[in-house]
């Protein structure tokens, strides 16, 4: 599900809502005059300010929170604020559900967390970890393969409780799981969508389990391997003359602008480049 607002002075903001995904909602906004009443979210709500200042009371004190800061707020932590400048603010945030955490949490970090997590402060000053943010927020926000989904989304919470969090997780043994099974199912099933989930029922692993596992035997995670299988299907069925729009189609894609931006990526020509020659 997909809700749109615009509106004058370049404000928009949409938000996004994946039900598959542990019930997760993704959220991109630009924001000049809009200003937010005191409330507060069920769920656990991360984000980063890629724009501008947003200044925001919560947790019983104003803050001016700039670009490079990255957010972490609690169920039920009430907040209200707006621009900080004339210029207004750009956020990228996402809101997790607390079974949902507890189950992210436990995958990540081989146990489930006691109680609720607390990040110490709602507003951290870390330009790197909020670029890493904003990258894997575009993945799970833009629709796109579901694999590719799914995994930006442990990266980006692992990346979070690493840095802001580093208690929660621990070091477990090495599992390798049935990784060779894993590479034949997405082999066999590179014209659909496969989701970690399904890869994970294969592995007999957890979700961050299956990602390095199939890391460490083939180069790649999960996701790039299945894109590189997607583009060589591609190719075959370009060469077969079949147009990129049916191409992109028939190798389980969203869309022809989707699977050409991956292809121009991976084989450094377009579509329609590779058809000619």
Not at 150 to 176: C, T
Request: aromatic share 6%.
């Amino acid at each position: 599900m997909e809700r749109t607002q615009t509106g004058r002075q370049r404000e928009c903001a949409t938000l996004r809502a994946h039900p598959d995904l542990f019930g997760i909602e993704t959220l991109s906004a630009s924001y000049v005059t809009h200003a937010f009443k005191p409330h507060s979210h069920d769920e656990y709500l991360f984000g980063v300010i890629e724009g501008g200042v947003h200044a925001v009371w919560c947790r019983g004190e104003m803050n001016r929170v700039p670009q490079g800061s990255v957010v972490t707020m609690r169920p039920g932590d009430i907040h209200h604020g707006g621009a900080g400048g004339d210029a207004g603010w750009r956020q990228r945030m996402i809101y997790v559900p607390e079974a949902g955490m507890r189950a992210l949490v436990e995958d990540l970090a081989g146990r489930a967390p006691a109680g609720t997590l607390d990040f110490a402060a709602a507003f951290h000053a870390d330009a790197g970890l909020a670029r890493h943010f904003a990258a894997l927020h575009e993945m799970l926000h833009v629709p796109g393969q579901a694999l590719a989904r799914d995994a930006a989304l442990d990266a980006l919470l692992g990346s979070v409780l690493a840095r802001l969090a580093p208690q929660v997780l621990r070091r477990e043994a090495r599992a390798d799981g049935r990784i060779a099974d894993a590479v034949e199912y997405l082999a066999a099933n590179v014209d659909g969508d496969v989701t970690l989930a399904e890869l994970c029922a294969v592995t007999g692993l957890r979700r961050r389990q299956t990602i390095e596992a199939f890391r460490r035997a083939t180069g790649l995670p999960p996701h790039s391997w299945y894109l590189q299988a997607k583009i060589r299907r591609v190719q075959a069925l370009l060469r077969g003359g079949l147009p990129p729009a049916a191409a992109a189609a028939q190798a389980g894609f969203a869309d022809q602008s989707h699977m050409g931006r991956h292809f121009r990526a991976i084989t450094g020509v377009t579509p329609a480049a590779y058809a000619r020659g």
